[in-house]
């Protein structure tokens, strides 16, 4: 298939996937997408077993293996939805809570990543490196899944804040930890060297080269933009930053979703008010999130039919359930201690462990990872564990953060 006919199969999809979701499940318009495709899929194997003659699920697999969900979303689409989330956060209010931010998307990624590996690797046997790497595949959150669910629920500012920040910026951290880690426990073929000075180098050299591309590209959008005022070719401006500034980052080995934030909360905040007419604002905001929407839709799409491309066995499935646990226990530690050593230096708001823990979802980033690893006989360990985990972590808690986070974490009613 052609990637028109491609992109043409996934949007009608999509579609018709959301309007079933909105007549009857009625559930998050994201998380309802996920659950009929997931149900979909299962169909689709279970009418392959009555008529086994058909071969539909070998059409099926090769199909969903084709569309290389990995470099679709690794490639292009986490850009989108990341310049598209970091639009909406103000560095006004991202600076009263850096130091907490910073922590979680730092510290805290490398905590849960160690926590996550050392138990996976007692848990299967795994050797600890390659344990390492499934834990800094699974520590990132989705900052589009976190920021959907807890959208309804009237959250203090600084929770909100904190949350936007750290799940943009540990997508790109995690990432970073990944490859970092992928280096040392597959060296074949690393040109960064392996070894921790190869690490620190890598590290470096991905994390601040994103930020500075990031923030050097989103400034010099915002001068041409001050100089134009034009709503449409103003949006064509920030699409072509937020695609050419991801593929220029991929082109010189720097990371990409960092650049992406960092561009998104430039034009965001310093754009929106020093570049940007009223118009302007309106239009460019609301091309975004329609954007947002539309590539979040088919993101859970294509993770419902990833199903397809896990192989399940009983152990396999088991070590899953097991790691769901892990997860939240390496998410917890990634929440907890930047929280206890920043106590001293203020208050921080109610509830934000528990709304941050459970709020901690995995996403389309954790699978694209997984399948992005080099083959081996731990790769469908990997897979299917990190499949397992997301599918909760989407369905199960992102059905439920909401409550809590209206029950522990809203904004005190004024008397």
């Known amino acids: 298939m052609t990637v028109l006919q491609i992109a043409a199969v996934l949007i009608v999809l999509a579609g018709a996937f959301g309007a079933i979701n909105y007549l009857f499940l009625k559930l998050p318009s994201s998380i309802g997408i996920l659950v009929v495709a ?77 926590v996550v590996g050392v138990g996976f690797s007692w848990m299967t046997g795994m050797p600890l490196l390659v344990a390492m790497v499934f834990g800094a595949l699974i520590s990132p959150t989705d ?15 600084s929770l909100e804040t904190t949350i936007a920040g750290e799940s943009l910026f540990n997508d790109g951290v995690g990432y970073v930890v990944f490859l970092v880690l992928i280096g ?33 590209l989103g400034w010099l959008t915002f001068r041409v933009m001050r100089r134009i005022d034009d709503y449409a070719l103003e949006v064509l401006l920030t699409l072509g ?37 009223e118009l302007t604002r309106r239009y460019v905001e609301g091309f975004w999130q329609l954007i947002d929407e539309i590539l979040n839709a088919v993101l859970f799409l294509m993770i419902g039919a990833e199903v397809f491309a896990v192989a ?27 929280v206890l050593i920043l106590k001293p230096f203020g208050d921080h708001a109610p509830g934000i462990v528990p709304i941050m823990t459970w709020g901690g979802l995995k996403g389309g980033i954790s699978v694209a990872l997984a399948l ?16 397992i985990v997301v599918l909760f972590s989407i369905i199960v808690q992102g059905l439920t953060v909401g409550r809590l986070a209206a029950r522990v974490g809203r904004e005190p009613d004024l008397v």
């Open 38 to 114: 997931l149900f979909a899929s299962l169909g689709v194997v279970g009418l392959d077993r009555l008529l086994p003659g058909l071969g539909i699920v070998a059409q099926v697999r090769d199909l969903v293996i084709g569309l290389e969900f990995s470099d679709a979303l690794l490639q292009g689409m986490l850009g989108l939805l990341l310049f598209a989330g970091a639009l909406h956060v103000k560095l006004g209010d991202l600076r009263r809570q850096w130091r907490l931010v910073f922590l979680m998307a730092t510290m805290g990624v490398a905590l849960s990543t160690v």
């Open 184 to 216: 040392i426990a597959f060296p074949h073929g690393d040109a960064h060297g392996s070894g921790l000075a190869g690490a620190a180098r890598l590290f470096f050299q991905e994390a601040v080269g994103g930020a500075v591309l990031g923030t050097v």
């Open 143 to 157: 900052p589009v899944a976190v920021l959907g669910v807890l959208r309804e629920a009237n959250l203090r500012k």
């Open 372 to 387: 992005s690893l080099p083959e081996g006989e731990w790769k469908p360990l990997i897979l299917t564990c990190t499949y």
């Open 241 to 277: 930053l937020a695609f050419g500034g991801y593929e220029l980052a991929v082109y010189l080995h720097v990371s990409a979703p960092i650049m992406a934030v960092c561009a998104g909360l430039l034009i965001g905040d310093i754009g929106t008010k020093h570049g940007m007419s």
């Open 312 to 338: 399940f066995s009983f152990d396999a499935v088991t070590a899953g359930i097991l790691s769901i646990g892990l997860a939240l226990i390496g998410r917890l530690v990634a929440v907890a201690v930047p």
